[in-house]
């Protein structure tokens, strides 16, 4: 009898329909497509912002030009020759593409023309933001460090990939290591005995996603805090000298410039000309105000005859104690003290400078 029954359950077993797969195994794994051959800074790039959502986290990324897989794909960037964001389809090489932030974006005034990358960074950024953070996508630094993120990161690559020049005339000298030059070397050689862009190409997305993150780390942790510090202190560059030219970030050397320049339109302020802050060492620093954030002119350097001196030189021809240098451009010198380095500061300011 045990052993009729065995036998019926067994029967019943094999005849019984295999059990429903779940949800989540029945679903079709997403895939991202991009165009395969010589990969660039922006398809690498817009395929690591993809993966970065939930959405597309697991998806396949497919590298093809063949059109009845790009036309199955759930996302296609970078080829395929539409712009369509109902349909998830990014590409900018097709003639009637000219699209950039300013066009896309009513806040925003940067006309760059896009690329695939900056395409999904408008698309998708605030939300790979959110992800990456821990942030809800209503959080107010959000918006803040897409911008951030844009200007300082993506749009150079937007730039580049689209051949557009970031000035006119003959450099003097050239930029070989951006981004977008370190991807382009991931590429085969032209003589290599393999012409296989697969490995090449995981190794760009690597590589860009670790830029990208990291960028964003700076940013949310050390730029953005340091606008406090430099509102701070700006608000209260009258306390370190009557004129309110020089302001002192008595924390240490956080990023200010951007800030600053900022802070002085937002407050309408007479232009700082002096930054003093700590130098991790007990020692202080004076550094002059560029001309602007990226500009490597001071608005007023410290006095020429000082350029180049150092220690008891120094101090001798400034009449200030405690100095150790001047660099040789007048943009930043050193003292052993705050009152020292504010000193300098203030004899610059009094002779105006140049020659004093």
């Known amino acids: 009898l045990c052993s009729s029954l065995s036998r019926r359950r067994r029967l019943m077993a094999a005849s019984s329909p295999p059990s429903s797969p779940s949800p989540r195994s029945r679903r079709r794994r997403r895939v991202i497509a991009t165009h395969d051959g010589v990969f ?65 974006r009513s806040t925003s005034t940067r006309t760059t023309k896009l690329s695939s990358a900056g395409l999904v960074f408008h698309h998708f950024g605030e939300r790979v933001l959110a992800e990456v953070l821990g942030f809800s996508l209503s959080d107010p630094q959000i918006p803040i460090l897409w911008d951030k993120m844009y200007v300082n990161f993506l749009e150079e690559i937007d730039a580049i990939d689209n051949g557009i020049s970031q000035f006119d005339g003959e450099p003097r000298y050239l930029l070989t290591t951006n981004l977008s030059s370190r991807v382009s070397h991931l590429n085969p050689a032209w003589n290599s005995d393999s012409s296989d862009t697969e490995a090449g190409f995981t190794k760009a997305m690597s590589l860009v996603g670790e830029e ?7 940013y949310r942790n050390s730029w953005l805090p340091a606008r406090g510090e430099v509102e701070a202190a700006v608000k209260g560059s009258k306390e370190v000298d009557v004129s309110g030219q020089i302001i002192a970030l008595d924390k240490g050397p956080c990023p200010w410039k951007e800030h600053l ?6 407050l309408a302020l007479r232009p700082i000309k002096f930054v003093l802050f700590p130098d991790g060492k007990g020692l202080w620093r004076v550094q002059a105000v560029p001309e602007n954030p990226n500009s490597f002119n001071s608005r007023l350097p410290l006095p020429e005859k000082w350029r180049g001196l150092r220690d008891e030189e120094l101090c001798s021809e400034s009449g200030v104690e405690g100095c150790i240098f001047v660099h040789a451009s007048g943009f930043i010198g050193g003292n052993k003290s705050r009152d020292g380095a504010l000193r300098m500061a203030r004899e610059t300011l009094r002779g105006g400078g140049e020659g004093v």
Do not use: W
């Open 261 to 266: 320049f900022e802070l002085e339109k937002e």
């Open 212 to 218: 990208f993150l990291g960028r964003l780390n700076f």
């Open 40 to 104: 660039h800074c922006d398809d690498a790039l817009a395929c690591f912002l993809l993966r970065r959502l939930p959405d597309y986290s697991d998806a396949d990324i497919v590298r093809t030009r063949d059109p009845d897989v790009l036309s199955t794909s759930d996302v296609v960037v970078d080829v395929g020759g539409v712009y369509d964001p109902k349909r998830h389809r990014y590409d900018h090489h097709q003639r009637t593409f000219s699209e950039s932030m300013s066009t896309l």
